[in-house]
Nanobody, 117 residues
Framework: VQLQASGGGLVQAGGSLRLSCTAY????????MAWSRQAPGKQRELVAW???????NYFGSVKDRFTISINDAKNTMYLQMNSLKPEDTAVYYC????????????WGQGTQVTVSS
């Protein structure tokens, strides 16, 4: 099982990026999915969540700027990030959360997002 995150990079404030997280060896079925991020010197924080049933939640300052989505046919989850701010700079991680269904959790390797002012 592998989650491969991609799409990070360097962008100016106000710009956009789309992160992708593709699962290999497993499907998203019956998993809650999430994006988290960790900035230097800070704890990892939850950014966006989509449940197995399709319920979506956003956390903190990303509301109204970020959009989480899933393409089941491509076994890929996305995080569209608009109006980026320097404080969005972090390593972004995707996660398959099976804890509510007594399944394992899986993390992607992280992708760096840097927003310059």
């Amino acid at each position: 099982v592998q989650l491969q995150a991609s799409g990070g990079g360097l962008v100016q404030a106000g710009g956009s990026l789309r992160l992708s997280c593709t699962a290999y060896g497993i499907t998203f079925s019956n998993y809650d999915m999430a994006w988290s991020r960790q900035a230097p010197g800070k704890q990892r924080e939850l950014v966006a969540w989509i449940s197995a049933g399709g319920s979506i939640n956003y956390f903190g300052s990303v509301k109204d700027r970020f959009t989480i989505s899933i393409n089941d046919a491509k076994n890929t989850m996305y995080l569209q990030m608009n109006s980026l701010k320097p404080e969005d700079t972090a390593v972004y991680y995707c996660k398959m959360d099976g804890s509510k269904r007594l399944k394992p959790n899986y993390w992607g390797q992280g992708t760096q997002v840097t927003v310059s002012s």
